[in-house]
């Protein structure tokens, strides 16, 4: 008895996997991108491919959204993507330094600003008030870019809000997160009462859990994101890398929070 | 004898996976790593935080867990026991994270209560130890509940006839004889608890020297340096190993 519906089960499952195989032979001719992309670019690529695929028909591209650090690791491990986004130039950098692509083949997609947020229950209305003794501050961890940008948009605000701002912000800080998501929770969860995030992270927040602080330009800080194409991609990815950097990916990137 | 031999080759597969990359992590780390790593204060600060936590947490879960275990047995409920026991055991850590937050957190169910103590428990070590109890507890549970049922009713009888105390009962009868499955349940209790991560890094954060566990600081150094990484993954590896073969011997010794 066991062993028949034993039988039965695994029968189905090979067959949902040949199935599966076949209808993925037959689709056209043109195949999806398969792009490795920094986590906070996750949902703006999502937008961009759909964008150019209406030009360009084929299936929606496969995306590999991680952190940019993590995804340079796969690329110099072997794994194949026609494109390349990060977060960060760092990143970037150990795939050229491992000789893959060349320092010509990177180009600046967009940029964001950093912004601070705060829950609207706690008592932070101001960037001085992340500097007033008993506020729970999160931050990401300096191993992230987002956490490297918090730090020069602090150092940078000592010159508008005193020398020890930035010491005062960073004695109050409650917790240094693995990811700027995670800063972004703590604060909207009510957890923590400020931190340090993308415009991009809050640019599509549609709760009222959360309210922005704008750090102004001059002491702003702000995260470039880069991409390549990699050896091995579809003839295509270039055309979809001047896409994403023309004027008709201009109005996608800033309703996500970012400067084209 | 031909079966012995089918049996060898398609047993090797699953034993190569499960011992091959434990394997790739030593070769991917020198001695110099490991000594640099080892001297980091990256590295104390987490081994500090974890050892704390998890020597507090276990000792939780040997005193809240022993006397559930024993009602569990008693209880008509018992029938449910696997349910309750094991599903905190396999939820996925996250989800245990947002579970406690929901209870202990700022704005949780008992939040307005702490707070209006001036207390709050994320971001403290103590909500690095309830994260470990609540992960770790159902493996210590299970593991005593079934060495307390492995009992035989006879023996604590012919004890209580020749005139036992409940006290010299446990004393001298029950703990002795369920001694080996309590430990083997304190031992995966406290690999759990060491290796705790998701709902730490919900409920607890990850505040070096507060509430960064190793198992936290490997996954934060794993992106920027990898070699960090590795050598705290391997301190690990090996508290694990000895933990496990205390189990063992202590299973072989009784």
């Known amino acids: ?260 | 004898m031909k079966h012995r031999h089918l049996i060898d080759i398609v047993a090797i597969p699953m034993l190569l996976l499960l011992i091959v990359p434990l394997i790739g992590l030593g070769s991917r780390s020198s001695l110099t790593d490991l000594w640099q790593a080892l001297a980091s204060q990256e590295l104390q600060q987490a081994v500090t935080v974890t050892a704390q936590t998890s020597i507090i947490a276990i000792l939780c879960v040997i005193i809240g867990g022993t006397p559930l275990a024993v009602w569990l047995n008693r209880n008509p409920l018992s029938r449910w026991r696997t349910l309750l026991v094991d599903l905190p055991a396999v939820l996925p850590p996250a989800v245990a994270g947002l579970a406690l937050l929901t209870i202990f957190g700022r704005t949780g169910w008992l939040g307005p209560t702490l707070t209006a103590f001036g207390w709050q428990i994320p971001f403290t070590p103590l909500a690095v130890v309830l994260a470990q109890t609540f992960v770790a507890a159902p493996l210590y549970i299970r593991s005593a509940s079934a060495a307390l049922q492995g009992i035989e009713p006879d023996v604590l009888n012919a004890a209580r006839v020749d005139g036992a105390s409940r006290y010299e009962l446990w004393r001298y009868v029950i703990v002795p004889l369920a001694m080996p499955g309590l430990q083997a349940g304190v031992a995966m209790a406290l690999a759990r608890a060491l290796g705790e991560f998701g709902a730490t890094a919900l409920f607890a954060g990850s505040m070096p020297g507060q509430t960064r566990t190793l198992a936290l600081a490997i996954y934060i150094n794993a992106d920027y340096d990898s070699a960090t990484a590795i050598a705290m993954s391997l301190i690990l590896l090996m508290s694990a190993v000895v933990l496990l073969l205390i189990v063992k011997r202590v299973n072989t010794t009784t």
């Open chain 1, 1 to 260: 008895m066991h062993r028949r519906r034993f039988i039965i089960i695994s029968g189905s499952m090979l067959g949902f996997t040949l199935l599966s195989a076949c209808t993925q032979v037959a689709t056209p001719a043109a195949t999806a991108f398969n792009l490795a992309v920094a986590a906070s670019l996750k949902d703006v690529m999502q937008a961009l491919d759909a964008s150019f695929r209406q030009q360009n028909p084929r299936p929606a591209a496969i995306l590999q959204a991680a952190g940019s650090g993590s995804l340079a690791q796969q690329i110099l491990d072997g794994a194949r993507f026609d494109v390349f986004a990060s977060a960060d130039r760092t990143s970037m950098a150990k795939v050229v330094d491992a000789k893959i692509i060349t320092d010509a083949d990177v180009v600046t997609i967009a940029t964001a600003d950093m912004i601070v947020v705060a829950n609207p229950k706690s008592a932070v209305t101001a960037l001085t008030a992340l500097a007033t003794p008993g506020t729970k501050v999160v931050l990401a961890d300096s191993t992230v870019p987002a956490g490297r940008y918090a730090q020069i948009a602090l150092a940078n605000l000592t010159a508008l809000h005193g020398v020890e701002y930035a010491n005062q912000v960073n004695a109050n800080v409650v917790s240094l997160e693995t990811n700027v998501r995670a800063v972004l929770q703590k604060v909207q969860s009510g957890e923590a009462d400020a931190g340090i995030v993308y415009t991009a992270d809050i640019a599509k927040l549609s709760d009222n859990n959360i309210q922005t602080i704008p750090i102004p330009d001059q002491y702003g800080v702000q995260a470039e994101y880069v991409a390549a194409v990699l050896p091995g991609a579809q003839t295509e990815s270039h055309a979809f890398l001047a896409f994403i950097r023309g004027n008709d990916a201009q109005a996608i990137w800033q309703s996500f929070g970012f400067r084209a």
